[in-house]
C-alpha cells in the first residue's frame, strides 16, 4: 500500500476575509493520530508539497485556484498512477475535495 499525503485546500472558500481554510492539515493529523499503525499494512508514504492558497481568483477567470488545483491534480494522479504501475493500491489522504479531479488522469495515465 502506498500512502500518498496530499494536503490542499484549494478548492474551498474563505469563511472571512483573511480566511484560509485549514484542511491541508488534515493528512497529517491523521497519520499523527496513527492511522498508518491503524492500517497495520506495510505502507510507504508520500506526502506531496503543499500548493499556494490564493483568497482570489486570478485576472481573467472566476475560478479561485484553478490553475493550482490543475497543476496539483496533475502531480497527484502522476504519483496514484505511478503506484497503481507498480501493483500497489493507493490511499490518497487529501484535504479536500479538488483531490478527486486526479481520478480521470489516472484511470488515462495507467492505461497507457
Not at 499525503?5 to 478548492?11: D, H, I, S, Y
Not at 481554510?21 to 496513527?34: F, N
Not at 479561485?64 to 490543475?70: E, F, L
Amino acid at each position: 500500500m502506498d500512502v500518498i499525503l496530499a494536503p490542499t485546500n484549494l478548492g474551498l472558500s474563505p469563511l472571512y476575509p483573511g480566511h484560509e481554510p485549514g484542511t491541508w492539515r488534515a493528512p497529517e493529523v491523521l497519520m499523527a493520530a496513527g492511522l498508518a499503525d491503524a492500517l497495520r499494512a506495510n505502507a510507504s508514504v508520500t506526502r506531496l508539497a503543499r500548493p499556494h492558497y490564493c483568497r482570489v481568483p486570478p485576472a481573467g477567470t472566476l475560478i479561485r485556484n484553478g490553475y493550482a488545483i490543475r497543476a496539483f491534480s496533475l502531480t497527484l494522479a502522476e504519483r496514484v498512477a505511478q503506484s497503481v504501475r507498480n501493483g500497489s493500491f493507493a490511499l490518497v489522504l487529501g484535504g479536500d475535495c479538488s483531490t478527486r479531479k486526479s481520478h480521470r488522469r489516472v484511470v488515462h495515465r495507467v492505461r497507457l
